[in-house]
């Protein structure tokens, strides 16, 4: 079976890109298609890949370029040309989806539904200087159309939580398949010693809530080690206390290091699905979390971590304190991660590709013996309702 993989870009070092880094070591052949590539902004594993960027890479002078070039990602990943696949997955938080393979089976595996233009478009828009705010609102408004019309493209919609599904729901009017992505619990292990610090790991960005934990650890006194940029960092920067550490972006090695060695790790925004409390158990380390979004799936109250609400700093002061007097057994937080491992998520999505290639096989031979005019695949027990078209069942 030949796979294609597209990616939003690869740019810098998230979950999405370590999602992308696990596809790539179940699919080695695979090419991975993506929109900019940044060979030294993201995980080194990719310099082995089939990297094909698109022509908009001729752009792209520094990583963050890709948010300059973002409205030119639609019309580029509708134009990009894939074909002689099988199966095209594609991998996003943004335009992948968009992309018209010329056959085979589009399976969407979606983080979410793109936040710039769904979550504070508007706002953004409005941020703006006075004169260009309705420019602005109608590129976001254009954007949003076009967003719609790349989200009906897939033949199948993957998301990767509840949360996510839900937001694809509303957003796109589809249903989807959820599955989980995965944690290199492989690379952690339980440490024997720890220090009194709290670690949180992040991109640098203001819905991520990382002020909130700043100013909650300024309170507490503890310190908190920072791993991660963005360009909220400097404003970051000048609110910290003395206990405040920076570390920027780290190697995995040290990573590693800093998950055996913390006594928690904080999750202070709302994420779709959050690899990082995975991340801290699979290293025998509890987390505090907001209690919202992915972590409602992924954090057991009490016995994997602790929660906080709302989002504020004298809530996440209180649960930081109640962690550090609940006593967590190591053995049981790496067990917890470790069913959301590697090979959980490699024996799903191969199940699930396949399922849907044969879906689509089926769907194409009905389609040219003329039984139904127009292909579209939905999730089991949805309707499409006024088009007139036909389904194929999801796995």
């Known amino acids: ?36 590539y940044a060979p030294e902004a993201t995980y080194p594993e990719f310099a082995a890949a089939d990297i094909r960027p698109s022509k908009l890479q001729r752009l792209l002078r520094d990583p963050e370029d890709f948010r300059r070039l973002a409205p030119l990602m639609p019309r580029t990943f509708r134009k990009m040309k894939i074909e002689g696949f099988d199966v095209v997955l594609s991998s996003t938080s943004g335009f ?19 936040r710039f233009l769904w979550d504070d478009g508007y706002e953004r828009a409005n941020a703006v200087s ?28 993957v998301a990767i939580s509840t949360v996510a599904a839900e937001r694809v729901r509303a957003i796109y009017g589809r249903e989807a398949t959820i599955i989980h992505p ?10 024997p010693n720890t220090k009194d610090e709290f670690l949180l790991v992040s991109r640098l960005l203001t819905y991520k809530n990382v002020d909130v ?9 503890r310190t908190l080690i920072i791993v991660g940029d963005g360009p909220a960092r400097a404003d970051l920067e000048a609110i910290a206390g003395p206990t405040i550490e920076f570390r920027g972006v780290v190697e995995d090695a040290e990573l590693v290091r800093l998950y055996g060695r913390c006594r928690g790790t904080i999750l202070a925004a709302s994420e779709d699905f959050g690899l990082t409390p995975l991340e801290a158990n699979a290293s025998g380390r509890p987390v505090v979390a907001l209690r919202s979004g992915g972590a409602e799936e992924t954090v057991i109250d009490g016995t994997t971590g ?4 709302p989002a504020n700093p004298l809530a996440l002061a209180d649960a930081v304190n109640r962690a550090v007097h609940t006593v967590f057994d190591p053995v049981v937080l790496r067990a917890h991660a470790e069913q959301f491992g590697v090979e959980a998520f490699e024996a799903k999505i191969r199940g699930f590709i396949e399922q849907s290639r044969r879906a689509c096989m089926t769907c194409h031979r009905e389609r040219r013996a003329g039984k139904v005019r127009h ?11 006024g088009t007139g078209r036909a389904e194929a069942k999801a796995p």
């Open 1 to 36: 079976m030949k796979i294609a993989i597209v990616h939003d870009y690869l740019v810098n070092r998230g979950g999405a890109e370590r999602v992308v880094a696990v596809l790539h070591r179940i699919f080695p052949d695979a090419p991975i298609f993506t929109g900019l």
């Open 96 to 114: 992948a989806h968009g992309v018209k393979p010329k056959n085979g089976c589009h399976i969407a595996y979606t983080y979410t539904p793109p």
């Open 130 to 157: 006075a004169p260009l705010r309705p420019l602005s609102g109608l590129a976001v408004r254009a954007m949003r159309r076009a967003d719609r019309r790349a989200a009906e493209r897939p033949h199948f919609t």
């Open 182 to 191: 995965p944690v290199e619990t492989g690379m952690f292990g339980i440490a």
């Open 213 to 221: 934990a700043i100013r909650a650890f300024n309170q507490l006194g």
């Open 306 to 309: 602790v929660f906080f609400s």
């Open 375 to 385: 292909l579209r695949t939905v999730a089991p027990g949805t309707r499409d309702e």
